[in-house]
């Protein structure tokens, strides 16, 4: 068995080798051929047992895209590769909003790249990258908690692509609500016939595109984004996450001797956790749901989003005991955990149902977190299996273990290494 998960190991590392450009690694070289956010992070994460220089240098060039505000881009184009639709020009991003380096779309994603960059020093022991990326580190999270929350506890954001899980039946609700319009594009991301069952469908991606445009109108301006703005969402996930970063910096400034800053992180984690399990709970459904903020109305939806506050140390004795419930509709597969198991699942489209290696990560140690071993087991081992089996996919069916997406997907890869280590 050992020597299947050897040699697996290093398939994985020559697949993270191939999509290594300079700096940093691509998602897929079909799919997604420039650094995307908390792909870098979860790359990071596992890349770390195979190659330390690498995952530094990962963060650190996701780092180097960093906005002069704070935010940390979804994307960094740092090359002019093609075959990606939106690229730079339909952002349309002014120079002087970024840092200068590269140019980058107008969102950010969940905020994994602290955590992340945590593990990396954790590891490394190295505190010279630990000293060269907290200040870059604290102003991501400053930025969330002055730019994107109303109430400097839960933080908001303002276009499905920021939550990572881009189709999520939760967002369903918000983006009915609007009309984009006649819209002209050309997506580039169904060259594979088979993909279009696999991919958001056009009725979504309309309302993405709608998204960027409305953003470019107004020149990318926060203040009437967030008025105008038909989707602004208090994601699950991303505050889960956001949680998890501020716990992050303020273990790092505590080992850094900056006391202040340790406390003042500990502080907002604090802040952010009791707002998830005071008023994100959702009884009738066992889990924490997303919040519209533009209709004030929960996202009542059983995704796998709903569980991750596991994570962040969120839940009480009684939503632990809920959440015990709970998860045994998303184990009640034979390959677990699906994305989402509402009425509508689609266990070959993307967030609508599928396993991701990355969310089972990040389960897998909120499972652990809160004490449920077995669970978390058993997360695991799926996770390693689908991979065996079907290469390092960007997804799976529940049902029936098929790979799907694009092959020789990166956090894949990098998650296998470390699951396996
Ligand atoms: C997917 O999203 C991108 C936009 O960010 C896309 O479909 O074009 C999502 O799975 C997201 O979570 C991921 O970061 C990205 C790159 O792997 O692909």
Redo the contacts with the bound molecule.
């Keep these: 068995m050992r020597g299947d998960t050897d040699e697996t190991r290093t398939r994985a590392v020559s697949v993270l080798e191939s999509n290594r450009r300079d700096g940093y690694t691509i ?2 070289a079909t799919l ?1 051929p420039f650094q ?4 870098s992070a979860f790359v990071a994460v596992g890349l770390v047992r195979a190659d330390p220089a690498a995952a530094k240098r990962e963060i650190r060039t996701l780092l180097d895209a960093q906005w002069r505000n704070g935010m940390v881009p ?2 960094a184009f740092w090359s002019d590769a093609e075959g ?1 639709f939106p690229g730079p020009e339909e952002w349309g991003i002014a120079a002087d909003r970024t840092g200068g380096t590269v140019r980058t779309s107008g969102i950010t ?1 969940p905020p994994m790249v602290v955590p992340a960059a945590r593990h990396v020093y954790e590891r490394t022991g190295d505190e010279s990258f630990r000293d060269a990326v907290l200040p870059a580190l604290r102003d991501y999270c400053e930025w969330w908690r002055t730019e994107r929350s109303d109430d400097g506890e839960l933080v908001w954001v303002r276009h499905p ?1 920021a939550t ?3 189709d999520s039946p939760a967002w369903r609700g918000p983006l009915e609500r609007f009309d984009p319009g006649d819209v002209e594009y050309v997506r580039e ?1 169904r060259k594979d016939e088979d993909f279009a069952a696999q991919r ?1 469908t056009d009725w979504d991606y309309d309302r993405y595109v709608a998204l960027v445009r409305q953003g470019r109108a107004v020149d990318w301006d926060e203040k009437r984004l967030r008025e105008e703005s038909p989707f602004v969402v208090e994601d699950v996930l991303t505050n889960a996450l956001y949680v998890r970063a501020c716990e992050s910096l303020s273990e790092m400034f505590a080992d850094a001797g900056d006391e202040e800053q340790a406390e003042e992180w500990d502080a907002q984690a604090d802040a952010t956790r009791r707002a998830l399990r005071e008023r994100r709970w959702d009884d009738e459904l066992g889990l924490y749901v997303s919040h519209d903020l533009v209709s004030d109305e929960p996202l009542s939806v059983p995704s796998v989003a709903g569980l991750l506050p596991m994570l962040a140390g969120v839940p009480d004795d009684y939503q632990r005991e809920r959440l015990r419930e709970t998860l045994s509709a998303f184990l009640a597969y034979d390959r677990v955990v699906p994305s989402y198991v509402g009425p509508d699942v689609d266990y070959d489209r ?2 609508r149902g599928p396993v991701w290696q990355n969310t089972n990560w990040l389960l897998e140690r909120g499972l652990r977190r809160v004490g449920f071993d077995e669970a978390a087991a058993r997360v695991r081992e799926d996770s390693v299996s689908l991979i065996e089996s079907e290469g390092f996919r960007e997804y799976f069916n529940p049902e029936t273990g098929a790979g799907r997406g694009s092959d020789r997907f990166s956090w894949s890869a990098a998650l296998y290494l470390d699951w396996t280590a």
């Excluded at 995307?36 to 792909?39: G, I, M, R, S």
């Design positions: 998602p897929s997604y995307w956010n908390w792909d979804q994307i990606y994603q692509w990572g899980m881009d991301d958001p993307y967030w």
